[in-house]
């Protein structure tokens, strides 16, 4: 007897988690709140097979050299006080090149945001991870993708990843026009930014609003969601009591908490 296999189920793949000393070798402002950092290394082993993979970017104490850590039963074994963690996306990678780049929005406070207004050609940057890659197939008729500029890497990724022809509406909230970027694709997109204007990240209510005003279309959809944990949540509830929408085929993921330091939500 054959096994149905659902075309629509999602692949969790598990990496071995391997912490990296990276040195920054170029830096581009791709927008001016949004800064890339190509980090060089050895990227032996790595993997990402997900958009909404992240890994943990170690900031250290100021004074102390960023250095790997010795890795025993629970984790790394820091000498001294532990370096403080944050998830970033892996925005494009080449394994044999030995580089990666991660994008970060200068958004003010915080131990990485300091860092990336701040970090040059020579800097390091240590990371570890992705330890696992959630993979949604392309076997749905259209996706949702929805977020503020945190999401943008992971919302960027998506849409340069999807196949031909795919479906895609995308909605995603940053300071003004000046912040918007564009993607290479050739899936069926339809690309909406909301302009916060003055507004602070995390207090509006612009993404739910674009959302209640968009017709969706027939079929069913995958929704991804990321950014402000408030508006995250404030969208799927949206989205599974208001549009029809499958909760297992909705990922809203809190990515940060409007005047809370390190609060992402369990993803
Ligand atoms: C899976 C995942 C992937 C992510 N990928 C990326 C990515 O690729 N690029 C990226 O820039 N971020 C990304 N983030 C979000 C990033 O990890 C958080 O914004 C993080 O809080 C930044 O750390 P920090 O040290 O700068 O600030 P924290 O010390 O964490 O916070 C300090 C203060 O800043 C506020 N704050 C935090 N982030 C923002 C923001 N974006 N805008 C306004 N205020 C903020 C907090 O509410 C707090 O008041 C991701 C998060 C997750 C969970």
Redesign the pocket.
Known sequence: MSETVDPRAIRRHRHETRMRLLEVVAVTDITPLMRRFRLGGDMAGFASLGH?D?IKAF?FPEGVEPALAPIGPNGAEWVGERP?M????P?QWDVAAGWID????L????????WAATANVGSKLVIGGPRGSQVVPAAFDWYLLAG???AL??IGRRIEELPTGSKVIAIIEVADAGEEQSFETSTDLSLTYVHRYGA???TTSLILDAIKATRFPDGTAYAYL?GESTMSKAVREHLTSQRGFNPEYVKA????????????EP?
């Open positions: 909404a992240h900031f403080q944050r998830d970033y996306t925005r991660l994008d970060f929005v958004h003010g406070d915080g131990p990485a945001s300091s503020d500029e945190t890497p992971a602070a990240a995390g990321a993921a809190g990515y940060w908490l409007l005047g809370v330091a390190d609060a992402q993803h």
